[in-house]
């Protein structure tokens, strides 16, 4: 499974990203997918997950109403569209993707075998 993730870069607060995460190898849908992310010092976080074969969404409470998770099967990709960024946004993102994830551990970074490299994203002025 390779997952390639794009889509970073620098923007002002307020504005919009909207990042993807192409697979190759393999059907997406069949996969639970996250966007993670993370900074210098710190653990990475769960932003943003969505279950395998169209199934539910799960958020991090930082970014609901904010950002959105979705799937274009006909792309063989997930997005993640960012709104309203903030400058705590600022991280590098990272795509991952699991076959076996469920529900309740969509957030869990250890229920991910495979992951894309990162995207930097910045927000600022």
């Known amino acids: 499974v390779q997952l390639q993730a794009s889509g970073g870069g620098l923007v002002q607060p307020g504005g919009s990203l909207r990042l993807s995460c192409a697979a190759s190898g393999v059907t997406l849908d069949a996969y639970g997918v996250g966007w993670f992310r993370q900074v210098p010092g710190k653990e990475r976080e769960a932003v943003a997950c969505i279950s395998k074969s169209g199934g539910p969404t799960d958020y991090a409470d930082s970014v609901k109403g904010r950002f959105s998770i979705f799937r274009d099967n006909a792309k063989n990709t997930v997005y993640l569209q960012m709104n309203s960024l903030k400058p705590e946004d600022t991280a590098v993102y990272y795509c991952?993707?699991?076959?076996?994830?469920?529900?309740?551990?969509?957030?869990?970074?250890?229920?991910?075998?495979?992951w894309g490299q990162g995207t930097q994203v910045t927000v600022s002025s």
């Open positions: 991952a993707a699991s076959r076996t994830v469920i529900l309740s551990n969509l957030r869990n970074v250890a229920a991910y075998a495979y």
